[in-house]
């Protein structure tokens, strides 16, 4: 999805459900990236990390639709 940097900020200002959904998303990115440098997991890490990667998906996936409801108010 290519997203409109003002459409991001103004929905982020607007919508306390997106900010915090924005704010964990970003600390989920650092993790899985923090994990992805690693050169050896332990199984444990390992699953971590998929945990990780699930829930940023999945957070991804409810912005998008907040975005896209905003997207279509203005169009």
Do not use: G, W
Not at 28 to 54: A, C, G, R
Request: net charge negative.
């Amino acid at each position: 999805m290519n997203i409109n940097p003002a459409l991001l900020e103004k929905v982020k200002q607007e919508n306390s459900e997106f900010c915090e959904l924005y704010e964990e998303h970003t600390t989920l990115k650092q993790k899985v990236e923090d994990f992805n440098k690693m050169k050896l997991f332990t199984p444990e890490q390992e699953l971590e990390n998929k945990k990780h990667q699930k829930q940023k998906l999945s957070l991804k996936d409810r912005m998008e639709k907040i975005l896209s409801h905003y997207q279509e108010t203005i169009n």
